[in-house]
């Protein structure tokens, strides 16, 4: 079982906007800035899309955004695109007697 | 950039290091890390080594399962198993972390570890 809890699958067409929410507790994303977004292709290796809730690393697409209310934090993607079908995963630095970091079980988009 | 040893297939028992080696940045100044992805399943964050100082973290959930290490004379990081069990049969990317090690930067290309008697 993940910490953290993602949707199984979203949908959304070309052209709409759609968030992935990512709920934690109290020990991780309501806590700490380090909530992290990747996508992955199928047969491919992630890559990072947010970093630090709601920073884009250099060259990423500015239709690719993230927030964090509370224990939940979320993936936005506006202008949706046939590219953007993936899986993504949120993760979240643990501050616990041993320090880490965990993924959610990760959400299944479909662009219709 | 990268660079991660090739596919691997092993009986139960035997043991295991896969390697990554990485090019173009300080290794020694960035923790890299380890991340399985079981068949059709999620990502899981294994641990994270900084090789300035070997300085390791590993997750609850495969502490005392594996061992990380790293090399900083020829820039790479391992991956080891001392007792393979089917259950290990996984992809494993290695990553290098940005800032601290809350979040993975870059992605090695995976390697493909498959355990079968």
């Known amino acids: 079982q993940s910490a953290l809890t993602q949707p199984a699958s979203v949908s959304g067409s070309p052209g709409q906007s759609i968030t992935i929410s990512c709920t934690g507790t109290?020990?991780?994303?309501?806590?700490?800035?380090?909530v992290s977004w990747y996508r992955q292709h199928p047969g491919k290796a992630p890559k990072l899309m947010i970093y630090?809730?709601?920073n884009r690393p250099s060259g990423s697409s500015n239709r690719f955004s993230g927030s964090k209310s509370g224990n939940t934090a979320s993936l936005t993607i506006s202008g949706l695109q046939a590219e953007d079908e993936a899986d993504y995963y949120c993760?979240?630095?643990?501050?616990?007697?041993?320090?880490?970091?965990?993924f959610g079980g990760g959400t299944k988009l479909t662009v219709l | 950039q990268l660079v991660q040893s090739g596919a691997e297939v092993k009986k139960p028992g035997e043991s295991l290091k896969i390697s990554c080696k990485g090019s173009g940045y300080s290794f020694t100044n960035y923790w890299i890390g380890w991340v399985r992805q079981m068949p059709g399943k999620g990502l899981e964050w294994m641990g994270v080594?900084?090789?300035?100082?070997?300085?390791?973290r590993y997750s609850p959930s495969f502490q005392g399962q594996v061992t990380i290490s790293a090399d900083k004379s020829i820039s790479t990081a391992y991956l080891q198993w001392s007792s393979l069990k089917a259950s290990d049969t996984a992809m494993y990317y290695c990553?290098?972390?940005?800032?601290?090690?809350?979040?993975?930067?870059?992605w090695g290309q995976g390697t493909l570890v498959t355990v079968s008697p």
């Open positions: 630090d809730v709601s």
């Open positions: 993760s979240s630095y643990i501050g616990s007697s041993t320090p880490h970091v965990v």
């Open positions: 109290s020990s991780d994303v309501g806590t700490y800035n380090y």
């Open positions: 080594i900084y090789p300035g100082d070997s300085d390791t």
């Open positions: 990553a290098l972390c940005g800032s601290g090690y809350s979040y993975f930067d870059y």
